[in-house]
């Protein structure tokens, strides 16, 4: 079972997505030539991935974002309260899969991705649609002041975000800071789509690295381009990744 968005499920877009819930999808998608999935570090490393890949590959080294403008490269990210991002150009034909907890994101992990998208395939933010899923919500996230002292320092707008809880604790919207990168960076306010779901107030459906307590079980959250169709019909028009 996965979660998928309404502006993102148009096929006639290009693009497949989903963001995983604790039950596994069933079966591989057979368009998918190629799974990239890194170790993730909490950091604002963005791998890019240019140029065609057949088989498995390792990427060296620690990514919370990927991007690639490759159809058939299905970009991975694995969360369990953490805010998995996913990005779609339709324009020049890009797409980008984000980890983003309150530390990468604090440090600017989903600006950066959005300025690689621009300097290496000219994404315009303004035409970007931003797909923000399933994370834990201001209703469970209590934060700590070396948290807000970050925050504070890296985000003008964090009064918006916090709602102080006792001296020195308050909740945090992650996922409302992600969204306000965003749209500070320049995505359209209607071209963001927010999963409002709580990782942790969702036992049934989520992994909770805060509520269960471990690390080892997440959800992977994917998008990739579409793989063009030998002979499309009725896509005459449409603009090639090449
Ligand atoms: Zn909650």
């Not at 991975?76 to 324009?91: K, W």
């Not at 925050?151 to 003008?156: E, I």
Request: aromatic share 4%.
């Amino acid at each position: 079972m996965v979660i998928t968005v309404p502006s993102f499920a148009d096929t006639r877009q290009g693009v497949r997505h989903f963001f995983g819930t604790r039950h596994e999808p069933a079966g591989p998608d057979r368009a998918v030539h190629m799974v990239v999935s890194v170790h993730q570090v909490h950091g604002t490393d963005v791998l890019v991935v240019d140029r065609p890949v057949a088989g498995p590959q390792t990427f060296e080294g620690g990514w919370d974002a990927l991007v690639t403008d490759q159809p058939g490269v299905l970009l991975t990210v694995r969360t369990a309260d953490c805010v998995p991002v996913l990005i779609h150009d339709p324009v020049h034909g890009v797409v980008a899969a984000v980890h983003a907890g309150w530390r990468g994101a604090v440090a600017g992990i989903v600006q950066k991705t959005l300025a690689v998208m621009t300097q290496r395939f000219g994404s315009q933010a303004a035409s970007l649609r931003v797909s923000i899923g399933p994370s834990v919500g201001s209703c469970c996230y209590e934060v700590d002041e070396p948290v807000l002292s970050r925050l504070r320092a890296g985000y003008a707008d964090w009064r918006s975000l916090v709602q102080e809880t006792k001296p020195g604790a308050a909740r945090l919207n992650l996922r409302g800071l992600v969204r306000g990168q965003a749209q500070s960076a320049g995505v359209r306010e209607d071209g963001i789509h927010s999963v409002s779901l709580c990782t942790i107030c969702h036992p049934d459906l989520f992994h909770s690295y805060r509520r269960d307590g471990t690390a080892r079980d997440t959800m992977v959250s994917g998008i990739m381009l579409s793989p063009r169709r030998r002979a499309p019909r009725r896509t005459r028009g449409k603009r090639r990744a090449d």
